[in-house]
């Protein structure tokens, strides 16, 4: 009981610490950039204003609190991670399987989105945001690549690192899969980052290596900020893009899908025959 009671612990101190590093971002960007505005317009910035300017910036404001969470983190990554060879390198066929895989993904996440969209309308609101944040190319830097490698660093290499030591596997894969998705704020996103979060713990256990999961990370995200939003504004028909996307998932899942699954088989095979 005591060693559960010390996991949720641990998770709920790294989710504290996050929100933390999030909150020192805000404020810290709140504060200078108000400064800043003051002495242009010579007016004190209305809160409605800074709000607004905050929701448009949002991704930016995540990003300077996710590199002061990395650079404060640094000790705990060398020896936690690095020493451990969370960090080994992959092949050049396993990043091409996880390139497809991350296809494979974003299809699943784009299907969960717009089903789940129709009942959660206020999702739209998030989708826009997002949308919104991909005219910036701070904040799409901030969405492809910042947010993948910081999310995979902190949820398979150090929450999903401890909790296998606690609980079952499956157990392990399960609760920072749906921490995972809870820390994305609202249901639709939960939901479909919960599912991504299942299948990126599965490839870093896989591959024991972060890269791997990094990489998957990144494609699904940036076809679901660029590639996504483009097929949708060339396809009228809702019927031709969720068919497209039932293709694309199903394709390209199989194909790195039953690669990992021989190599899975081929390990058992040998540590079989090694006993």
């Not at 390198?89 to 299907?111: E, R």
């Not at 492809?144 to 999903?160: D, S």
């Amino acid at each position: 009981m005591k060693r559960y009671l010390k996991a949720i612990g641990v998770v709920l101190g790294l989710i504290i610490l996050w929100q933390l590093a999030i909150g020192v971002s805000s404020i810290g960007y709140a504060f200078i950039y108000g400064i800043y505005q003051s002495s242009q317009t010579g007016k004190v910035v209305s809160e409605v204003f800074m709000q607004e300017h905050i929701k448009d910036n949002l991704y930016t404001i995540v990003l300077i609190g996710e590199v002061l969470l990395l650079i404060a983190l640094i000790p705990i990554i060398k020896e936690k991670l690095i020493k451990r060879g969370s960090f080994k390198s992959i092949n050049s066929n396993t990043i091409t399987n996880m390139f497809i895989l991350g296809i494979g993904m974003d299809g699943i996440v784009a299907l969960s989105g717009m089903i789940l969209s129709t009942i959660f309308p206020s999702y739209l609101e998030v989708s826009k945001t997002i949308s919104n944040a991909t005219g910036s190319y701070l904040q799409l830097f901030s969405i492809v690549i910042c947010a993948p490698i910081f999310e995979e660093i902190f949820f398979r290499g150090f929450m999903l690192g401890y909790l296998k030591k606690n609980f079952n596997i499956v157990g392990a894969i399960i609760v920072q899969a749906v921490v995972f998705g809870i820390m994305h704020g609202n249901i639709v996103q939960g939901i479909y980052a919960s599912i991504l979060g299942i299948a990126l713990a599965i490839v870093y256990l896989h591959y024991e290596s972060l890269f791997a999961c990094i990489i998957v990370h990144i494609v699904t995200n940036f076809f679901g900020s660029v590639v996504n939003g483009f097929l949708v504004s060339k396809i009228n028909s809702e019927v031709t893009i969720i068919t497209i996307f039932v293709i694309i998932a199903i394709v390209c899942i199989y194909i790195p899908g039953t690669k990992m699954y021989k190599e899975h088989k081929s390990k058992v095979n040998e540590k079989i025959s090694i006993e």
